[in-house]
Structure formats: structure tokens, C-alpha cells
């Protein structure tokens, strides 16, 4: 019973604040979509719990001139930093320094998906509230004008359910505003560990080099 007492009153807001509310909810799904994708997404890369045991051998393979071992620990184990060294590993002869760039900007590109819809979520949001809020004031005044109400209090009733759409507009950008930021962040960190983790695997392929001899890629299609 609560719950249905809960979902009127909500619906009663909604048909209160007019129009404006209808992109409004879009605005505040498509916020609460992206967030809930974003925290499985990170929640699924910190599910291998032997990420720095994996790096290691990934790293001492290369560093032996195993590279294709090196390959299949990081095929068996996936995630970002083995996807961007693999890719590495594998396109090499094509230069290793691009190899690793390009695949480690696939890499952030995924970190930073839905990133851009919840920044246009934060700006959007606040100002069609204010859309919607003068377009409750101009409606306001236009039944004032046409039934030349005496009463003041009916135009400040249509006032104040005007700003609903004002209030419900800051709350859709607060609220997506703190899961943007703590996102925003984890990127950036992440990607400083990648940075850190691709100068360490440049170092290591270099040293196995010496020792590619016995244990050298197979060339890729093409190359010469």
C-alpha cells in the first residue's frame, strides 16, 4: 500500500511540473543506465584478484624472449593492461612504441564509455528545469490574463508548481555529478598504471630481444 501511495505521489509531481519533466525522467534513466553499466564494468576488472601475479609473468616471459608465452598468459587472462601488452607482443615487428599506444587507447576509450552522456546528463539537466520552470511562469500568467483573477494566490500555487521542474532538474545533475567525478578519477589513475606497466614491459622486450632467437613471434601477415 505504502508503495502505491509512493508511486501516486511521484506521478502527481510529474504531471505537476509539465512537459519538460518527460526529458527530465529520460535524463535521470539514462543517468542511473550508464551508472549502474560503469560500476559492473569496474566491478568485472577487479574480479582477477591475481592481476599483479599475472603482470609479473607476463613480464618475465618477455624479459626471457618468451613472447609467446608471454602472449598466451595474457590470452587466458584478460584484461586491460594484458590486452595492451599482448597487442604489443603481437604487432611488434610493426613497431612496438605504436603497437602499445594504439592498443592502450582502445583501452581508455572503453575505461571512458558513457562518460560523455553522463557530462551532457549534468548540463542538460539543470537547464531544461529552468526551461520548464519559465514555461510554468509564462502558463502561469496567461490564465491570470485570461480569467483576470483577482486572487493572487492561484498564480503563486502555478508558480510554485513551476520550480518543480527547477528542483528536479539540480537534483538529476547532483546526483549524476558524484558518479562522474569518482569515474573520472579511477581513469585517470588507471590510466597512470598503464603508463607505468607498458615503461616496465618496454624495458623487459628489449632484454628479450637478446633471447628471441629460440623464441621469436611468428611474423605477421605481410611483413617482410
Known sequence: MMHIEGFNAAWSVVMKGGPVMWPLLICSLLSVTIT???LFFWWRQRMSARREELLDMLLQRTECGEFDQAIQIARRHPFAATRVLAAGLKH???????????AAGDEIARMK???TALD????LAPLLGIL???????????????????????????????????AVGLIIAMVTLVPYNVL???????????EQ???QFEVAFKKGLKYAD???????EGAH
Open 120 to 123: 551532457t546528463v549534468i548540463t
Open 36 to 38: 549502474i553499466e560503469r
Open 184 to 194: 573520472v578519477s579511477k581513469i585517470q589513475r588507471e590510466a597512470r598504471r598503464l
Open 113 to 115: 564509455y558513457g562518460l
Open 132 to 166: 520548464g520552470t519559465v514555461m510554468g511562469i509564462i502558463r502561469s500568467f496567461r490564465i491570470l490574463e485570461a480569467v483576470e483573477i483577482q486572487d493572487p494566490s492561484a498564480v503563486i500555487s502555478g508558480l510554485a508548481e513551476a520550480l518543480i521542474t527547477t
Open 197 to 199: 606497466i607498458i615503461a
Open 214 to 220: 629460440n623464441h621469436r613471434l611468428r611474423k605477421p
Open 92 to 102: 611488434h615487428a610493426y613497431g612496438l612504441e605504436g603497437s602499445l599506444e594504439v
